[in-house]
Every structure is written in C-alpha cells, then in structure tokens.
C-alpha cells in the first residue's frame, strides 16, 4: 500500500476494494504522506532538497504554486467535506482521505454509491485539478489551475501581466 500511495496508483491488496483503514489517524497520516509527496512530484521534492542543501539557491515557480496550491486545495476539499456530508458519520480523518485521495491517488475510502451527488460532483472537481505539474498524477494539473484562475482575474484589459511571487509571467506563457 506504502508503494501504490506515494506512486498514486490505488492499487489495493484488500478485496472490497474499499479501504475504511485509511480513516484510522495512523494509517492515513502515513498514507496521506506518501500520497502528498507522490502527488506533488519529484521536480518539486527535488527543489526542496537542493533549497536545503543550498539556502541562497532560488525556487521555481512551480514549488511555491504546487506547495501552496496544495495546502488550499486539501484545505478547501476537507471543508467541503465534511459539509455536504455533515448528517453522516464523516469525520475529520475521511474527508482529508477523500480530497487527498479523489486528487491524485484513486483509492476508494468511501463507496460513490453511498455519497451525495454533491459529494461525487466535489470528488470530481478535485480529480479535474489532479496534483503538481511533473507528479505522477492526472488532471490538469494546479499550476494550470491557478494560471486560468490568474488570467480570469485579470481579464483581458491593456495590462494582462500576471505577477506571482514577485515574478512575471510573460503574455506568451498565459496563452499557450
């Protein structure tokens, strides 16, 4: 299980196929960890790694986006959650499973035929999105995410440049 998370696989040995184990704390905060690590890529681990080893060396844009677009994303989904499902048994631990894992891992925590068609439609708002760009996961990726959600905001007036961490992002970029 330790290999299919942190490879975003769903792969399971159980054969319900659902895994109500990964609602127990210890189970799903390592899981939960695996599937992050999995889900954010190895081009960010891999900058994290070299920005320790060198503190003068600058990030990329793509951590700050992929760390912070990943904290917002987990948070928001938890939330919603355990909102829509707030009449049943969902608790904290399932709701951070479902969004972390609906994102980017495709394991089965809960059976769809038992959630709300708001909860089924939140699960694939967040399977849209996927994870970081250079993950093992699918969707369209967060950076793509928050670059459509940037040029929304800015719209299409005479100053289109988009600024993020105190960088530009060229028209040319916003467009493609």
Do not use: C
């Not at 793509?62 to 959650?81: A, K």
């Not at 499902?85 to 951070?96: M, P, Q, V």
């Not at 059976?111 to 909860?119: G, R, Y």
Request: charged letters at 10%.
């Amino acid at each position: 299980h330790a290999v299919s998370a942190l490879l975003n696989a769903g792969f399971t040995t159980f054969g319900t196929g659902n895994l109500e184990i990964l609602t127990q704390a210890p189970i799903a905060g390592t899981l939960g960890v695996l599937i992050l690590l999995g889900g954010l890529g190895y081009v960010v681990l891999a900058e994290i790694l070299h920005k320790i080893r060198d503190k003068n060396r600058q990030w990329s844009l793509n951590v700050p986006i992929s760390l912070i677009g990943t904290l917002v994303i987990i948070t928001l989904g938890t939330s919603l959650y355990l909102l829509i499902d707030r009449n049943s048994s969902t608790g904290f631990w399932t709701a951070l499973m479902r969004t972390i894992n609906a994102r980017t891992a495709g394991f089965s925590i809960v059976d769809p035929a038992q959630s709300t068609a708001v909860a089924r439609i939140l699960s694939m708002l967040l399977m849209f999105i996927g994870g970081a760009a250079g993950s093992v996961t699918g969707g369209i990726k967060i950076t793509a995410l928050i670059m459509l959600f940037m040029t929304a905001l800015k719209g299409y007036g005479t100053d289109r440049r988009i600024v993020l961490f105190r960088r530009r992002i060229p028209v040319a970029a916003q467009s493609s």
